[in-house]
């Protein structure tokens, strides 16, 4: 069974706007939150930003802060990445998981239930 899909990827130029979908079942909408995380060709997977059902608390990695947004919906379990101002180094597999566990939101050892992943391109 599927717990989580993501959606919304695609190539954009440099400087260019793209919003990312993530759709959560029932199991994952019972996690603390949801996360993205990308990983680019050659380099190990990286935290992007996460979000918690109740009460929407928000992170973020320093690379995005201020140029990425992320969203939920709790009535139809998902979350979106609002990604702006995107760069070549943006560039990357965008993956969403559920935040099961009790540590830090930027960590992906507190996520389970992961998504395929998205492609994300940004050409100069």
């Known amino acids: 069974q599927v717990q989580v899909v993501e959606s919304g990827g695609g190539l954009v130029q440099a400087g260019g706007s793209l919003r990312l979908s993530c759709a959560a079942s029932a199991r994952t909408f019972s996690s603390y939150g949801m996360g993205w995380f990308r990983q680019a060709p050659g380099k190990e997977r990286e935290f992007v930003a996460a979000i918690t059902w109740i009460g929407g608390s928000k992170y973020f990695a320093g690379s995005v802060q201020g140029r990425f947004t992320i969203s939920k919906d709790n009535a139809k379990k998902m979350v979106y990445l609002q990604m702006n101002n995107l760069t070549p180094e943006d560039t990357a597999v965008y993956y969403c998981?559920?935040?099961?566990?009790?540590?830090?939101?930027?960590?992906?050892?507190?996520?389970?239930?992961w998504g395929q992943g998205t492609q994300v391109t940004v050409s100069s």
């Open positions: 998981a559920a935040h099961t566990g009790r540590g830090t939101f930027d960590s992906e050892y507190e996520y389970n239930y």
